[in-house]
C-alpha cells in the first residue's frame, strides 16, 4: 500500500481520478492551487485507488496524505 501526499501546503482544485480508477506511476491524480498556482500533484506508484482523502475545496498541508493506493 502507498500514500500519496501533498507536495505543498494549499487548496484541493480538482481530483482528477475515482476510487477504484487504475493508475500508474506519474499519472496525474490531484491539482492544489496554493500561490495562485495551480500545481499537479502525480502518483508516486501505481496501482489502484483505494481511498482518497481529500474533496475539491478541501485545505492540505504539506505532507498531507491524499490518497492510498493499493
Known amino acids: ?19 477504484g480508477a487504475k493508475i500508474e506511476e506519474d499519472d496525474e491524480v490531484l491539482i492544489i492551487e496554493a500561490l495562485k498556482m495551480e500545481n499537479t500533484v502525480y502518483a508516486s506508484s501505481g496501482g489502484t485507488v483505494k481511498e482518497i482523502k481529500v474533496k475539491k ?6 505532507g498531507a496524505v491524499l490518497m492510498i493506493v493499493e
Open 1 to 19: 500500500m502507498a500514500e500519496i501526499l501533498a507536495p505543498l501546503a494549499g487548496k484541493v482544485w480538482e481530483v482528477l481520478v475515482e476510487v
Open 57 to 62: 475545496g478541501d485545505s492540505v498541508e504539506d
